[in-house]
C-alpha cells in the first residue's frame, strides 16, 4: 500500500462514519448523505482538479517558451 491510499482511508473512513452510521447522527444531528449530496461536492472537486492542471501545464508550457528563449 502506497502513502497515497493510506491518506484516502484516512480521509474516508472517518467521514463514512460520520455521514452513515445512526448513532453519530442521532449525536450531531445529520442524516445520511442521498447522491446529490456526493455528486455535487465530487463534480466541484474534478473542476477544481481541471483548473489547477490546466493552470499547471500553462506554467509549464511558459516556462519552456522562457527557458528556449536564450536566457535575455
Known sequence: MSGNE????VLLAPQAVFVYL?????WFGSEPAGV????IPLG????VFLILEAG?????????????????
Open 22 to 26: 445512526p448513532f453519530m447522527n442521532r
Open 56 to 72: 499547471k501545464a500553462g506554467f509549464r508550457a511558459y516556462q519552456r517558451v522562457r527557458g528556449s528563449a536564450g536566457g535575455r
Open 6 to 9: 493510506v491518506v484516502w482511508i
Open 36 to 39: 446529490l449530496g456526493w455528486t
Open 44 to 47: 466541484l472537486a474534478i473542476v
